[in-house]
């Protein structure tokens, strides 16, 4: 057992809501393209499945990333029941690098070269179907990528604290995101407006 | 000279942390001649970028303090009804 390593503590049931449920609310939201009911739900549905799971919660994750992996399946759930996110990987096995297979020969140069996406990233920003894929490519990230992922890219967290949060040490977190972004790309490069190859 | 799949790392790794001296040179020198490289540079920028875009207008919300009463309601209801039933 580490327990010297950063935030570790656990809260009591009652202190929940005040210490995660502003930040489990935000990342509902951010999944669920701002739908606040929604994401309210799923906070609350997320809160109740701690409640029960917490006895058989043995400790060896981080807390908050706990609480972060229920709501995500409670999201991943909704998108399931929902069908648009037919593809949705729930898939934890990425020790392999099969995307770096595919994406290079055995020489190390790109087998599938990486595409054109334009030169205007800001107005990308504004293409509905753009950020529409952007979730649904990042729900097809193997779980611990879609973590590492979601922390570093869209809360920006540090280095050394999305390490501690998926308890994985800050080189293996570099391959993680190294991973997801190879997958995010290609992904994205699939539905992308201008999706011209050079 | 690196190939691809190692300047893809490099890339990466740049994202989050400043390379050293030497990774910058060897991944500098690499893109200079490899377009695929350049672009994928760009795509990894623009990923960052779009990510930002898409969670900027959420980064402030928070939940209702009529929400956060409720559910900090029904977690003392369910503490209470176990303590009972003990």
Redesign the interface.
């Known amino acids: 057992m580490k327990e010297s390593t950063g935030p570790s503590a656990r809260y009591a ?2 202190q ?3 210490i995660y ?2 930040s489990l ?2 990342h509902a ?2 999944r669920l393209n ?1 739908n606040r009911s929604l994401a ?1 739900d799923l ?2 549905e997320t ?2 499945a701690a ?1 029960m799971g917490r006895s058989g919660y043995a400790g060896t994750a981080q807390e908050k990333t706990w609480m972060f992996g229920i709501l995500e399946h409670k999201i991943l759930d909704h998108f399931r029941q929902q069908k648009r996110h037919p593809q949705v990987s729930l898939d934890e096995n990425d020790n392999g690098d099969e995307m ?1 297979q595919l994406l ?1 020969r055995a ?4 087998a599938l ?5 334009g030169k205007n ?2 107005q ?2 504004e293409n509905q179907d ?2 529409e894929a ?1 979730q649904r490519c990042v729900g097809e990230l193997p779980e611990t990528q879609r973590t590492a992922f979601v922390y ?5 967290e540090e ?1 050394t604290t999305c390490a501690t949060l998926l308890e994985v040490s800050v080189n293996h977190l ?1 391959v993680l ?2 991973r997801a ?2 997958r ?2 290609r992904c ?2 699939a539905h992308f407006p201008q999706g011209e190859t ?1 | 000279m690196l190939t691809c799949k190692e300047a893809s790392r490099s890339i990466s790794k740049a994202q989050d942390n400043p390379l050293s001296w030497r990774e910058r040179l060897a991944l500098g020198m690499h893109l200079l001649f490899c377009a695929s490289c350049r672009q994928y540079e760009r795509q990894v920028r623009w990923l960052h970028d779009l990510s930002q875009a898409m969670t900027a207008p959420c980064r402030g919300a928070h939940l209702e303090e009529s929400t956060k009463a409720r559910l900090r309601e029904q977690i003392h209801d369910l503490a209470a009804r176990e303590d009972v039933e003990k």
Do not use: I, K, S
């Not at chain 1, 020489?107 to 790109?110: C, N």
């Not at chain 1, 070269?113 to 996406?117: F, M």
């Open positions: 049931p009652e929940w809501v005040d449920g502003d609310f935000r939201l951010f701002g309210e906070v609350q809160f109740l409640w770096e290079f020489d190390g140069r790109w070269r990486p595409g054109n996406w990233p800001e990308l920003a753009l950020m952007l570093r890219e869209w809360y920006g280095t570099a995101l190294h972004r190879l995010m790309a994205l490069e050079t």
